[in-house]
């Protein structure tokens, strides 16, 4: 099982990275997860993105479409690909600490 | 004697999928929507995307146009309508009327903003030069998001590349 240590800390995560327990999650994890990930710094839109997410899942048990997302969000589409290159709604769900998107749109 | 594979073949799951360029043929909405949904899935997953309107499916991105494709309800088994049921006037406009309800609930977008979304997710979009001609088209006869008309010869060039692939619907 790979696991992520912070603060001393171990959190599991599952075999693609994401957080197993989304309870363990908070904005040191986010960094951490985001640093492993390929983005060494978050900026305000980039926890704006992750904040939305968090939000959406814990609200309703799903994570949020690109389409809900780029409208929502207060990130359009564009920028939400500049800040998660490698997908917006899977890269901000792994740094919002919750499953990752099982949606096809 | 064993076989043993040779050093120079990489299993395939170590090969991931770098790029797809797409290639959307038809004019129905059932024609248009699985190129569609691969091009943004594909975006969604860090994965380059080209899409290719050719033939009838360039209606996806034609102005005037891609506002109002509808459901083939002739000729589509899969509907399990009687042929001369499907053919009946407004039967097309119903079943699309409905299938749109759905998409609608399940957060997929209507065509013409799927394809600004797409084109937004940083996917290029090409129409097919050939067709262009056929149909007396020019570039401005299309949505904004068609970055530009090419040949089949660049559509090829463009889609080279180890991990690049290309789908045909």
């Known amino acids: ?105 | 004697m064993t076989a043993t594979m040779p050093d120079t073949v990489v299993p395939s799951d170590t090969l991931p999928i770098t790029k797809v360029n797409i290639i959307v043929s038809k004019g129905s909405l059932e024609g248009i929507y699985p190129g569609l949904i691969m091009a943004n899935g594909a975006r969604m997953e860090g994965i380059e995307a080209n899409v290719f309107f050719t033939f009838f499916g360039m209606e996806a991105v034609l102005k005037g146009k891609n506002e109002h494709i509808k459901v083939a309800t002739v000729g589509n088994p899969g509907l399990h309508i009687p042929t001369m049921l499907g053919g009946l006037p407004g039967m097309s406009t119903m079943v699309t009327h409905m299938m749109q309800k759905k998409m609608e609930q399940l957060d997929i977008p209507s065509i013409p903003e799927f394809v600004q979304l797409i084109a937004d997710s940083g996917a290029k979009l090409y129409a097919c030069k050939a067709s262009v001609d056929m149909f007396d088209l020019k570039k401005d006869d299309f949505v904004e998001a068609v970055d530009s008309i090419i040949t089949v010869g660049d559509f090829y060039e463009m889609a080279g590349g180890v991990g690049s692939h290309i789908i045909f619907t």
């Open chain 1, 1 to 105: 099982m790979p696991t992520m240590t912070l603060d001393n800390a171990v959190l599991e995560l599952d075999a693609e990275g994401f957080l197993k327990d989304a309870t363990q999650w908070n904005e040191a994890v986010a960094e951490t997860i985001a640093r492993d990930n390929g983005v060494p710094v978050l900026t305000e839109d980039h926890w704006k993105v992750i904040r939305f997410m968090r939000q959406a899942w814990l609200a309703n048990g799903q994570a949020p479409t690109i389409r809900t997302l780029g409208k929502e969000s207060g990130v359009d589409v564009k920028n939400l690909y500049k800040l998660f290159p490698k997908g917006p709604a899977k890269l901000a769900a792994k740094f919002a600490g919750i499953p990752k998107p099982h949606g096809c749109i």
